[in-house]
């Protein structure tokens, strides 16, 4: 190991905590999460570990199920400390002395190990920047921060990525109002997918039944408790449209939203101040702010995360539909598509010439909503 | 440093002596200051869903409190300008207090918004440098700027005269009088600002209309004047400071003009949603007359509307717009009008039926009570603080226990017991 770590700080008995120290801090535990992950590396994935089968054909080294099991910073401390992990021993209880001044700083001394490390990356994930000004290297360094915090207050391990737009895509959504039945399959699917709060139920997608003849949302209802199909009723889903002119995103404040060069609009969670000034800006009603604490029980949390899209949210930031930006920047198709049991649902590549979306963007009677206020929507409607 | 630590003692003993009932106000204030702090405190832990709000009605008490506070902090403008810039001397003397009265209101402004934040203590991404102020782009940055610089203006003005005063100087207008042109074109910046926050939705028909900035300003230039009416008057009864009736008059002039060009608006937006009632006219229609049996608020616009007439028609006769006990019974009456119609009345019908269509209607908890009543006594607690100082220094009382003698002759007695 021939990095040069800095130096640690002084003992901080006496001393006021400086700002100062907190970067020094940080940069120290970037250097161990670093370390970590080639440690990890070396002994073969052991960080990507769970999402390999076992059986080998991933590539990985299976049957290492030591490795398997993410351990804390701290514990891989206490073992006899050889080669590289020697050089990581000093630095981690260098780390661990400043996590212990932080505690008395805010007189809630942690007892655990993890504990102290849990501290420390929560304090860290509290000073980063907007996702919009990281660097690759930050963008990095606090989705690793995430995915461990996770590890060490749940017990799970996640897969998040920060993964940006591919070229030459730009998402669609095309609705068939003739197929959908109303049976809100995809709100369910939603729901999962995007680790929406179980409790209050916030739900991206709304479902309206309608009397025959005319799309008009005032006489329509989402709330509707029946059988469905209802007769001489049609259905017709809202969700966030992508606008390409998103009004949400002028008003912002802080910039915490934005538009990917895929069309997707992205929040990022933990820069919303929660000031809900984009939810009183969307025509369509698309936006959903977290007024509690969201509660998603451990068991039904979906690991596979993006930064900006299904990742686990905290109280007081809003959230929406991103086209499940976790899943379609990997060339899958969004939740709700893949539950909608009528088909009624198409997702696509808008630059795409040959894909489904274009046929049916050129080729059927579609509109869009509140067309007159020059939104411009990426969801389309279409009949049949 | 000398000047400044008497000068600060000079305040801080203003601050604290007073009579019986000075304290007793002040007690009362705290108190409902430490229950609002309570009820605050449970929201901070159990988030906002310790409110009346939705993602239906995401905007509620707060906001309302606040767009009604903007329009206060602007119409100190209405003493300053012709008191600074048209060299009005009947105005100079209340022209402390319309400044204070812009301060308080300016810091009750910052209150409700923090106090409607989801993430508070992220409130530094605003800061530039080391935030991310999204300007010129969003109009509330724009309105966190006009804010804080409007505040920055209606302290620094006042600061420089009184501390002039206390120094036994006369301000150099030169110093100041720049500041004070400034300070009139922002007063009015701040309304339209806060306005435009609202009127450039397009999702929100209610709200989105051009007629938004002059209304807000017409009405602050009436709830203003009339509020500032109600505490001269308050000044003039407990102190010995003199105030002109003449000032009070011409007060009570501005606030009737600006009242009568108010209801002209209402009357005008009231034809232009309901002579052709479209879509977009939905919300006035759920506002005045109710929808679908939800009429949570009809009753609450009728009367203040009703209350707005009353007061303007008591304000437009002469004889009683002369006659003490009515004007201030107009005053009063107006400034309630002008807040039920500006808070509630403009913010909640905005959001009911969503723009899809659904009714959600908004009823306020007792912590949105809680917390409204709690900055509401902050901004009182800060008002009479900045008065009870203002004056002694105004009146030459108090001067700066360090100054040569002959400066020292200028006022009656040196306020504290240096």
Redesign the interface.
């Known amino acids: 190991m021939s990095t040069e770590f800095p130096s640690p700080p002084p003992e901080p008995t006496e001393r006021e905590l400086t700002f100062e120290d907190i970067l020094r801090w940080q940069a120290m535990s970037r250097m161990v999460e670093r370390s970590l992950d080639e440690q990890g590396r070396a002994e073969g994935e052991a960080v990507s570990a769970p999402a390999c089968s076992g059986d080998g054909s991933c590539g990985c080294a299976s049957g290492t199920p030591d490795a398997l099991q993410p351990q804390s910073l701290g514990a891989a401390l206490l073992e006899k400390p050889m080669g590289r992990r020697h050089a990581l021993g000093t630095l981690v209880g260098t780390l661990l002395a400043g996590t212990q001044a932080m505690g008395a700083c805010t007189s809630v001394l942690p007892t655990g190990e993890k504990d102290r490390e849990r501290l420390l990356l929560e304090f860290q994930e509290r000073l980063k920047a907007n996702f919009r000004v990281m660097t690759d290297q930050d963008k990095e360094d606090t989705i690793r921060r995430m995915e461990r915090l996770a590890q060490l207050k749940r017990g799970i391990h996640l897969n998040m990525t920060g993964e940006s737009a591919q070229e030459g895509v730009i998402f669609g959504y095309a609705f068939n109002v003739s197929k959908c039945k109303g049976y809100r399959e995809c709100v369910a699917g939603c729901i999962k997918e995007n680790n929406q709060d179980r409790r209050t139920g916030i739900q991206f997608i709304r479902i309206f039944e309608m009397e025959g003849g005319e799309v008009d949302f005032e006489d329509g209802t989402a709330e509707y408790q029946h059988e469905v199909p209802r007769e001489d009723h049609f259905y017709l889903g809202t969700q966030c449209f992508q606008c390409t002119n998103p009004p949400c995103v002028e008003v912002c404040p802080v910039a915490a939203t934005w538009q990917e060069p895929d069309g997707i609009v992205v929040i990022d969670y933990d820069w919303c101040i929660g000031c809900r000034y984009c939810i009183a800006a969307c025509p369509y009603w698309a936006r959903r702010f977290n007024w509690a604490e969201p509660e998603v029980p451990t068991d039904q949390i979906n690991p596979d995360q993006h930064y900006l899209g299904n990742r686990l949210r905290r109280k007081g930031c809003v959230e929406k539909c991103t086209f499940c930006i976790q899943r379609t920047r990997k060339g899958r198709h969004p939740a709700c598509m893949e539950a909608c049991p009528t088909g009624a649902r198409v997702f696509g590549n808008l630059l795409d010439p040959d894909s489904e979306i274009r046929w049916i963007i050129e080729n059927k009677k579609v509109f869009r909503l509140k067309e007159d206020l020059g939104t411009e929507p990426r969801f389309w409607y279409f009949v049949d | 440093m000398n000047h400044v630590k008497a000068f600060l003692l000079a305040a801080l003993d203003a601050a604290t002596n007073g009579g019986r009932r000075y304290h007793l106000w002040m007690g009362f204030l705290s108190l409902v200051m430490v229950v609002g702090a309570y009820a605050y405190s449970i929201q901070l832990r ?4 310790v409110t009346g ?4 009605v ?2 509620g008490l707060y906001i309302s409190n606040f767009t009604f506070l903007v329009g206060m902090a602007a119409a100190a403008v209405m003493l300053v300008l012709p008191a600074y810039v048209l060299g009005d001397v009947d105005f100079s003397k209340a022209v402390l207090i319309g400044e204070g009265l812009a301060v308080a209101a300016l810091i009750m402004c910052l209150c409700f ?1 923090v106090a ?8 530094w ?2 800061a530039p440098g080391i ?4 300007f010129p ?5 724009w309105d ?1 700027v006009v804010l804080n610089g409007y505040l920055a203006l209606n302290l620094g003005i006042p600061l420089y005269i009184l501390w002039s005063h206390f120094m036994g100087r006369k301000p150099n207008p030169k110093r100041y009088v720049p500041f004070v042109y400034l300070s009139v074109f922002w007063a009015v910046s701040i309304h339209m600002v806060t306005a435009f ?1 609202l009127a ?5 028909p209610f709200w989105n209309s051009s007629l938004m900035g002059p209304r807000f300003l017409a009405s602050a230039f009436a709830a203003g004047p009339a509020f500032i009416i109600l505490m001269l008057t308050v000044v003039k009864t407990n102190t010995t400071y003199h105030i002109e009736n003449v000032a009070i008059d011409k007060l009570a002039m501005i606030a009737t003009v600006a009242a009568q060009a108010n209801l002209v608006m209402i009357g005008s937006e009231v034809f232009k949603e309901f002579y052709f009632p479209t ?1 977009h006219g ?1 919300n006035a229609q759920y506002l005045f007359f109710g929808l679908d049996g939800h009429d949570a608020l009809v009753g609450w616009i009728r009367t203040s509307i009703a209350l707005n007439c009353c007061a303007t028609l008591i304000l437009m006769i002469h004889p009683l717009r002369k006659n003490p006990k009515w004007l201030i019974t107009a005053c009063l009456v107006l400034f309630v009008a002008i807040w039920m119609d500006k808070g509630l009345g403009l913010v909640i019908p ?2 009911v ?6 009714i959600v209607e908004y009823r306020p908890t007792w912590i949105e009570f809680a917390v409204t009543a709690g900055i509401w006594s902050v901004g009182l607690f800060v008002f009479t603080v900045l008065v009870r100082v203002a004056l002694p220094i105004e009146m030459g009382e108090t001067r700066s226990p360090y100054l040569p003698r002959h400066l020292l002759d200028h006022g009656a007695t040196v306020g504290t017991d240096h």
């Open positions: 159990e988030g906002l869903q709000m939705t993602d239906h995401s905007w918004v409607d934040l989801g993430g508070p203590f992220r409130s991404h605003l935030g991310f102020l999204n782009r969003s109009l509330l940055a966190v926050l450039g939705l397009p999702a929100r879509h939905i905005g959001f039926p969503s723009p899809l269509g659904e």
